[in-house]
Structures are given as C-alpha cells and as structure tokens.
C-alpha cells in the first residue's frame, strides 16, 4: 500500500521565480491539505482539496495556489517567490468524513524549498 | 481561533526513561492526532485518539476531550525516539484545518 508521496524532495528558487510541488495521496483517499513547515516551528495549514475545489484556506496570500485533479492527486503552487516562503512543505491525505467525521491525515515526506 | 499548547518544550532522557507529553487545547475538538517528526522532516503518525486511551508497544497515549488535553506516555525511551512531537487538532465546529501544536522536542541519550 503507498503511502503519500511527494516531489520533488529539494528544489532551490530565486525570489520573484514561479514553483510547482506535487503530491499523491494514500491510497483510498479523496482529500488533500497542503502545510507549509517554517524551521523550528508547527505546520501550518494552506489549503484543503476535496471533490477536485478548494474546501478550505488558511492564513496565505492568493499567491499560493492548488488544483486537485480527478485521480485526487494535487499540486501546490506559488508566485512572485519571497525569501520568506523557504520552509518545508508537507502534503496530508485523508479519506473524507464529514464535517463532524473521522479524518485522519497521513503525511508526506515534504518538499524541502529554499528561495535565495 | 483555538490555541494549542504543548509541554514541555524540551525534554532530554537517558536510554531507558519514561516520559509523559502534554497538549493541551482551548475548544472542543472532534479530532486529535500525534505525531513523531523525525530529523529527516517526516511526520509519522502515532496515535488518532479524539477521546479515550491507545496503547501501541511503549507509547501510549489519552485523551480526556471534556477536560481539553491530550497525554502522550513514552516508557523505556531509546534514542531512535528522538525528534519533535507534535500533537494537531481539527475544531469540532465544520472546519476541515488542522491546528499544530507547539511541539515537544525530545533528545535521547544513550
């Protein structure tokens, strides 16, 4: 059984260049959050995919982006690179339950991005 | 919005030690989750436990969701347990986000 996958593993941008991540849920699952990881602190949610939209954002500006596609796959990009965005982001699927349900998240290896 | 409070922050253990973790979390949640960040980046999961008590091997871990805190028990401590641990909750109101902890960074000596 596969777990979450995720790539690339390192990418190195300058600021102001455009980035693309990607990721593949578990296998069986239908939703996909994205968390970016700054160093030394907790994830912090971006946004949830669910039925191939936009369920959920969390605090980030509109230059962070996603799609989910109908094999529930899902990419994460961001524009107009700051210094700021280096950090690790992490991808979590989850099977849906509901609003109220059970929803445990299983999480990638991360793409570790450093924007110099 | 909730806040989630970890402790302690830092903890180091000789081979062999147990330990208790503590979240603590400031509205009703209808999920709860801990996790094991490894050197490496990689959260593993260890326990989805929105109420009641798990054991797996030498971690286990409690949840009492009225009193609004989560313990996570680490008994004969080795040093490939090593890392951050973090717990991380979804608000029992709709929402679909997950709310991190501040962590627990925990080092075994050997």
């Known amino acids: 059984d596969a777990g979450v996958t995720q790539s690339p593993t390192h990418l190195i941008k300058t600021r102001g260049q455009q980035v693309t991540l990607r990721c593949s849920p578990k296998?069986?699952?239908?939703?996909v959050s994205w968390y970016q990881q700054a160093l030394g602190q907790g994830p912090q949610f971006i946004f949830q995919y669910y039925e191939e939209e936009e369920r959920q954002r969390g605090n980030f500006p509109d230059r962070f982006s996603g799609h989910q596609f109908p094999n529930y796959s899902s990419e994460l990009n961001v524009n107009a690179l700051l210094l700021g965005d280096s950090a690790l982001y992490l991808c979590?699927?989850?099977?849906?339950?509901?609003?109220?349900?059970?929803?445990?998240?299983?999480f990638g290896p991360g793409t570790r991005l450093t924007v110099l | 919005g909730i806040q989630v409070e970890q402790s302690p922050p830092d903890l180091i253990l000789q081979e062999g030690a147990n330990s208790t973790l503590r979240c603590n979390f400031s509205?009703?949640?209808?999920?709860l989750q801990w996790f094991h960040q490894n050197p490496w980046g990689q959260l593993i999961n260890l326990f989805y436990?929105?109420?009641g008590t798990k054991q797996n091997g030498r971690l286990s871990a409690t949840t009492v969701a009225t009193e609004r805190y989560s313990l996570l028990y680490i008994s004969s401590s080795q040093t490939t347990d090593s890392g951050v641990y973090f717990c991380a909750v979804r608000v029992a109101s709709g929402t679909y986000k997950y709310i991190f902890g501040t962590g627990t960074r925990l080092k075994v000596l050997a």
């Open positions: 979590a699927s989850s099977r849906f339950g509901g609003a109220g349900g059970r929803n445990e998240q299983f």
């Open positions: 509205d009703s949640v209808n999920n």
């Open positions: 296998s069986g699952h239908d939703t």
């Open positions: 436990i929105p109420s």
